[in-house]
């Protein structure tokens, strides 16, 4: 707690997700690393937040019962909770000039509802799931080299191009213009192509997950 490391010496940075109980705890503490954090953005430094940890990094969080979450500011965006929750396999159509158009997949599990800004660009466009809020069709939030997703899945095995970027980013952070060589993405590319066809088999479904029935 409260300890702030000089974040723009990092080329990488994750942030997870939690619980609303544990968000609190991190909602002080992430406080005093706001300044650190916004200036390593700024810098070019390469963040993967995800679920939790994304809704940290807009203006604030509001859960459902509870008292609103102040958050980092770095994604002009805020998430406020909702009554039922998206839990169900996702994909999105995703743009970048390394990449071209590619399919993100994973799997969401929120109840936050979120909402960007005009400063904030969404990470992609829905093609199934949920996405940011359940409306407006799009899912994530990007500034300069910072990621925000709600796709768990888990969202770095399943997606190796995805990976290969964040990658490539950070190395060119810290080193200028870097070129990956080819690694055998055979096994990663299957697992993304299962998650995609389960994605679109589920497509409209508010939870993927049949509730087991309360037995006395």
């Not at 060589?181 to 389960?198: G, V, Y």
């Amino acid at each position: 707690m409260k300890q702030t490391p000089d974040f723009t010496k990092y080329d990488l940075i994750l942030i997870h997700g939690a619980a609303d109980r544990e968000m609190e705890i991190a909602s002080r503490d992430i406080q005093h690393k706001a300044p650190s954090l916004l200036e390593a953005a700024e810098s070019g430094s390469v963040f993967l937040s995800v679920c939790a940890g994304y809704q940290l990094l807009g203006h604030y969080y509001k859960p459902f019962d509870g008292p609103e979450l102040k958050g980092v500011g770095l994604f002009d965006m805020y998430t406020e909770g909702g009554s039922t929750r998206f839990m169900t396999h996702m994909a999105l159509e995703c743009t970048f000039e390394e990449t071209g158009t590619k399919v993100l997949v994973g799997y969401e599990n929120h109840s936050g509802r979120t909402y960007l800004g005009p400063k904030s660009q969404p990470l992609g466009k829905v093609l199934a799931g949920w996405g940011n809020n359940g409306k407006d069709g799009v899912e994530g939030a990007m500034y300069k080299n910072a990621f925000g997703t709600y796709t768990h899945g888990p969202v770095l095995p399943k997606n190796p191009w995805f990976t290969d970027l964040l990658i490539q980013r950070a190395l060119e952070h810290r080193y200028g213009k870097v070129k990956l060589l080819p690694l055998d993405d055979s096994t990663e590319n299957a697992a993304h192509d299962a998650a995609q066809k389960l994605a679109m088999e589920f497509k409209g479904t508010m939870s993927a997950i049949e509730a087991t029935p309360w037995k006395r």
